[in-house]
């Protein structure tokens, strides 16, 4: 009898042991973070029956994530109505204000103008001297608008990274599907297409229609706010 009540002793020991362990470092390890990965158990008590959940939440370090580096295209209409509103001073400046502030250690970015026909005035490069010496380099707007033009001419000079292109116009898009048709062509080839419509008389709707979703379709009638618009782009294609 004596070496039966020790061995249901030592069994007890044993399963009061097994039980302990756990609920113990459960008890002391409820959460437990470590850097980026953190660990959180509900009920405290991970034990009986009921539900219970284990959360794990990661968290990246920012600076162990690099920005994508992306090809950017500004396309900035110099048509004759741009002089409507003080429309193509402002387009300048937010221009400006997008080379000042987006990130050109990662993204590389691309200038040009264009009324009837579209003219390349900077390659894509990283240098932000050059590229506000070409925003500044196209003083008076002239001509009528050619929006398929200037997305072919997009297309054609298309960088080697992730490919943005920044429309801006307060035109109409007179050959719609004309348009449509090399806007979706360079959209096939990997291209994210913002369109930006600023004044009262610019074709908002098919403009939309352009870009590559409903959120890269923005629009203004007053066109002081064109600064805040691009400043606000650079910082998003800065992240």
């Known amino acids: 009898m004596a070496r039966i009540a020790k061995i249901v002793l030592v069994a007890w020991l044993i399963i009061t042991?097994?039980?302990a362990v756990p609920v113990l470092i459960t008890l002391a390890r409820d959460s437990v973070t470590d850097g980026p990965l953190a660990r959180t158990a509900t009920p405290r008590v991970?034990?009986?029956s009921g539900r219970s959940s284990v959360q794990l939440d990661?968290?990246?370090d920012a600076s162990t994530c690099p920005a994508i580096p992306l090809s950017i295209f500004l396309l900035i209409d110099k048509s004759g109505s741009m002089n409507d509103g003080n429309a193509f001073p402002q387009a300048r400046e937010a221009a400006t204000a997008f080379i000042n502030s987006v990130d050109l250690t990662q993204s590389s970015v691309a200038v040009a103008f264009f009324d009837e026909s579209p003219t390349l005035v900077q390659p894509a490069t990283q240098?932000?001297?050059?590229?506000?010496?070409a925003v500044d380099s196209v003083t008076i707007p002239d001509g009528g608008t050619n929006i398929a033009g200037?997305?072919?001419l997009a297309s054609d000079n298309l960088g080697t990274e992730k490919p943005v292109i920044i429309l801006l116009t307060d035109g109409s898009v007179p050959?719609?599907?004309g348009t449509m048709a090399v806007a979706d062509a360079v959209k096939a080839r990997g291209a994210h297409l913002v369109t930006v419509a600023v004044g009262s008389f610019a074709d908002v709707i098919n403009l939309g229609t352009l870009a590559s979703s409903s959120n890269s379709a923005l629009a203004s009638e007053d066109p002081a706010a064109l600064?805040?618009?691009?400043?606000?782009?650079?910082?998003?294609l800065s992240a």
Do not use: S
Request: glycine residues 4%; aromatic residues 12%.
């Open 150 to 152: 200037a997305l072919q």
């Open 127 to 133: 240098d932000r001297a050059a590229l506000l010496a």
């Open 58 to 60: 990661f968290v990246p």
């Open 46 to 48: 991970l034990l009986g």
């Open 17 to 19: 042991f097994l039980i």
């Open 227 to 236: 600064r805040a618009i691009y400043t606000e782009l650079a910082e998003q």
């Open 175 to 177: 050959d719609y599907a």
